[in-house]
């Protein structure tokens, strides 16, 4: 999406309006009631699409819904026909609200006639095999204002026409509008489409009773966005959101269930699971600690002193040589509240690092506990029917959506499996994760059907994650949400329900239209800018600016690597598109040993973690590619002191066992509230080559 027409819309509108991109509408349009503004996928200059926005935002501003409601009842009641009526009205409705666009915003005026002109130039309503003498008188106001006036076509009026056209010009309420409208109704050119309209209704003709009505929308935007009568072909998808988003997830209670049939109701070892909650306890309870001195420091910030007026009568003797004389109090903005859902990998090449990433994890859960965060841990992956049929659960292939549309993004078998969540009580919060811990790290015991390693869908875990946590953080009062993905590789293609074939690969030009109904959001991406990403990633960086837009969410992510830095990981995590294009198109790749970057990566990478090329992984706040990470425990924390020390001894450890300095300090600001810093690493200072 050209998020920028967004920003544009809201703010001409002053109001948080919602805005889709739609490849099916023919043109623009905005819903009085609802305040939706829909803005076709047109092959046209932003130009035009700046026009198209300041038009339907005149409509937002200036066409009244509700007085616009109890004239046209009362119009029907007079004998007029509604559906007709409107018709009518809108063709005078937008010369009004035009002329107010115009003198409100004086630099719209240079987008109108410049679009219009766009239009004409590329006679995209076939202007050159219209015979403008036989055109009704609808039409023809309706040319006559948009590119008669400027110049752009000839209209040929006669002086019955041009009094029409000077009175429609005069209009400048919206009874007026509604007054005017219904002398049109009545002048013969009108009264005949009302008349065929109203034989075709009787005849039960619809698709005629349709053409009538189009004919009575001069500006449908017929023509606009086809070739040669066909549409463009656009790549559009669409997040529809589940009819039930449960129908996604599979909650805690199941995965116990799956785990006593799995084990034959053997109970699994508290012991050991808990000796490894004592051995982290030391690192967690500090961390827990620097989190309240932050969080106490962030309430002092926001506390100010306010003087009330009354006399301080213990001070009053002092009005000669103090001036605070007067009763203060401190006055305390509320904090912010937080919340993290965490989303790990749980694909088949996950096995290998799957142990010490779910360990990290867990360590991150028990922070969250102590400092009363509310939290979600989910494992991705897709689960066969047959699992979840027998668990009780719907085994439905591609569960039911919350609409129907063809460019629908199909959900697959694609779960959400909840490992951990803060809605449950202790105790079955440790029953499930000392079962997770026999299973992912001790390896005493298989994995149950529930947790079968698959394949990698990351986007459709994304999605069912943002339709969760829309609900999630309303129902927490979640002021600063953060989605934290782990992952090892690239999601998988994504499955569109009119085109049965999964796409991974894009063909490099033209558009991509992904409109998100979970968030509200749309995004309409030039392909030709993103290269080197697959259609997973195009779609996964538009969800996650979606959940930014929505609901402040902060994303970040973690992208599991090998033991070492090799050339291929470094071209594909630490370079911009541009430089990928010029190390490939010249042949450099012989002389990356010697790159300066590189050197500078892979010590970066052999002390744990880098962070990524934004090019590489775009919509996340902050990226890491990090080696398989080690644990803290007791004897690595426990160094006796301040969190200073505490901290020291942990990234110093950390290095050693695969971890980061930089990793531990972004994480930490993200807990602690503090922004999530965007800005490239240092090793982007050296030349990629």
């Not at 009780?392 to 039911?400: D, E, F, R, V």
Request: charged share 25%.
């Amino acid at each position: 999406m050209n998020n920028s027409l967004s920003i544009f819309a809201r703010a001409l509108a002053t109001e948080n309006l919602s805005f889709t991109f739609d490849a099916k509408a023919d043109t623009a349009s905005f819903d009085v009631k609802s305040r939706h503004l829909v803005l076709p996928v047109w092959d046209v200059s932003e130009t035009v699409q700046t026009m198209l926005v300041a038009h339907e935002i005149s409509h937002a501003l200036w066409t009244p819904y509700e007085e616009s409601e109890i004239l046209l009842n009362e119009a029907e009641k007079q004998g007029f026909n509604r559906m007709l009526l409107q018709r009518v009205c809108n063709m005078v409705e937008d010369v009004r609200i035009e002329k107010l666009m115009k003198q409100k915003y004086p630099g719209t005026r240079r987008d109108f006639f410049l679009g219009y002109k766009e239009i004409a130039e590329k006679d995209m309503f076939k202007f050159s095999k219209m015979d403008m003498s036989k055109q009704g008188i609808l039409n023809k106001l309706n040319l006559h204002f948009k590119w008669g006036v400027p110049g752009f076509i000839t209209v040929p009026m006669n002086a019955e026409e041009m009094e029409l056209a000077s009175i429609v010009d005069g209009v400048t309420t919206f009874p007026e509008v509604v007054a005017v409208a219904k002398a049109l109704y009545k002048h013969p050119d009108v009264q005949k489409m009302v008349k065929q309209y109203e034989q075709q209704m009787a005849k039960g003709d619809q698709q005629g009773a349709e053409s009538t009505l189009q004919e009575m929308s001069p500006d449908d935007g017929d023509g606009i966005g086809k070739k040669d009568g066909k549409k463009y072909a656009a790549n559009t998808i669409c997040f529809t959101g589940l009819a039930n988003v449960m129908d996604g997830i599979i909650p805690t209670s199941a995965l116990i269930r799956d785990f006593e049939r799995h084990f034959c109701h053997v109970a699994p070892d508290l012991a050991e699971y808990r000796a490894f909650v004592n051995e982290s306890d030391a690192f967690v309870r500090q961390l827990a600690a620097q989190f309240d001195r932050r969080k106490a420091a962030d309430e002092i910030r926001r506390e100010r002193p306010k003087q009330t007026g009354l006399l301080n009568m213990d001070k009053l003797h002092q009005f000669r040589t103090h001036d605070d004389i007067f009763i203060s109090k401190i006055i305390k903005q509320d904090g912010k509240n937080h919340g993290i859902v965490f989303l790990l990998d749980m694909s088949g090449s996950m096995s290998h690092s799957l142990k010490d990433c779910f360990l990290q994890v867990l360590q991150l859960v028990w922070f969250c506990e102590k400092v009363k965060i509310p939290f979600e841990v989910f494992g991705f992956t897709e689960v066969h029917p047959s699992h979840l049929e027998s668990l009780g659960l719907k085994g439905n292939h591609n569960p039911t959506l919350k609409r129907d549309c063809p460019s629908a993004a199909m959900m697959g078998a694609s779960k959400l499996i909840n490992l951990a969540s803060s809605r449950d009580d202790a105790a079955k919060r440790e029953t499930l994760l000392s079962y997770l811990y026999d299973c992912l790290v001790k390896g005493v015991r298989s994995r149950p059907s529930l947790l079968h390693l698959g394949s990698t869908p990351t986007v459709e875990a994304v999605a069912i994650a943002s339709q969760f946590m829309v609900d999630w953080v309303k129902a927490h009062n979640i002021q600063i949400p953060t989605i934290m993905v782990v992952t090892d590789g690239q999601p998988n293609g994504i499955c569109v329900k009119d085109d049965a074939s999964c796409s991974y690969y894009h063909a490099g030009q033209g558009n991509l239209t992904v409109m998100n109904e979970i968030t509200g959001t749309a995004h309409r991406i030039e392909l030709s800018q993103y290269p080197q990403l697959c259609m997973g990633n195009l779609a996964l960086m538009t969800m996650l600016n979606g959940l930014r837009q929505s609901i402040n969410a902060r994303c970040v992510g973690m992208f599991v690597g090998d033991n070492t830095l090799c050339e291929r990981d470094y071209l594909q995590f630490c370079a911009s598109n541009a430089e990928k294009n010029d190390i490939y198109g010249k042949g450099h790749r012989f002389i990356l040993q010697n790159a300066p970057r590189y050197k500078a990566a892979k010590e970066a990478y052999a002390d744990g973690a880098i962070i990524v090329h934004p090019d590489t992984f775009p919509g996340y706040d902050s990226f890491f590619l990090v080696r398989t990470p080690k644990i803290v425990n007791n004897k690595d924390a426990d160094t006796g002191g301040n969190f200073t020390k505490v901290k020291n001894a942990f990234v110093k450890t950390m290095g050693k066992r695969a971890c980061s300095r930089v990793f531990l300090s972004r994480y930490v600001d993200i807990v602690a509230g503090q922004p999530v810093k965007s800005a490239l690493d240092a090793i982007y200072n050296h030349p990629v080559a």
